[in-house]
């Protein structure tokens, strides 16, 4: 079946560092690949997405490139702020599947402190 | 812009109770879904509905049941509320279906529920 795996938080860092979240998924089919952002007491929201091999999606200054052949669809920030905090989640919709499902990963903690 | 509401930001229930948890969303769209999300699991579908009175069951069923009579209206529904029920719930909705459909989920708030 489907999965995505992404790396555990919390991750802490300043203002202005640079931020990676790795993601790798399994897939059957073809999927697309997405990044969503969870800030506190809210919904997720789409940050970002991807539909085939080596598209980058980009949103906010937040970056992310399908990479198809070593699996992943790493999130990447040059400079982050305060207001990047949040819950970072990964997730896949495969594409041959026709109820457009999502898989997602566990979710990330972002924590930036001035 | 999508809007996804539910219905309820914070819900307090006893064990035993039956609890309706009420999604709505604005943008016609024909997929809707229910998610809980607990610490460290991510998030793990419930049920799904690709059209009216049509519904699936995702990863975790068990003690859920779901109710769409109309295109816009998707309802959770625990039967008899247990403790391991406790979670945060969240409503999306997506267009469309069919194969190559790579539309994005659009979420609502959440209900976080407690059961005593």
Redesign the interface.
């Known amino acids: 079946g489907n999965s995505v795996t992404q790396m555990e938080g919390p991750v802490t860092l300043s203002e202005e560092a640079f931020l990676t979240i790795n993601c790798t998924y399994t897939a059957t089919g073809y999927p697309s690949l997405f990044w969503y952002v969870q800030y506190p007491g809210e919904g997720l929201q789409l940050l970002l997405k991807a539909t085939k091999a080596d598209d980058k999606g980009s949103n906010k200054g937040f970056e992310a490139t399908y990479r198809k052949e070593t699996t992943s669809f790493h999130l990447e920030k040059g400079s982050v702020q305060v207001s990047d905090s949040a819950v970072y989640f990964c997730a896949l919709s495969d594409q041959t599947d026709s109820w457009g499902k999502f898989q997602f990963g566990a979710g990330t903690q972002v924590v930036v402190t001035p | 812009d999508v809007k996804?509401t539910q219905s309820s930001r914070y819900l307090v229930k006893r064990t035993g109770e039956k609890v309706f948890l009420e999604c709505v969303q604005d943008m016609d769209h024909e997929?809707m879904?229910w998610?809980r999300q607990d610490p460290?699991?991510?998030?793990r579908?419930i049920y799904?509905s690709?059209d009216v009175k049509m519904k699936?069951k995702?990863d975790i069923p068990e003690g859920y049941s779901v109710s769409r009579e109309k295109k816009e209206r998707f309802s959770l529904i625990l039967e008899s509320a247990s403790t391991n029920q406790t979670s945060m719930y969240?409503c999306?909705s997506?267009l469309?279906?069919?194969?190559?459909?790579?539309?994005?989920?659009?979420?609502?708030?959440?209900t976080r529920l407690t059961v005593t």
Do not use: D, I, R, T
């Open positions: 996804v997929n879904f998610y460290g699991l991510g998030l579908l799904f690709y699936e995702g969240l999306a997506s469309g279906s069919g194969f190559g459909n790579n539309s994005p989920l659009h979420f609502g708030n959440g």
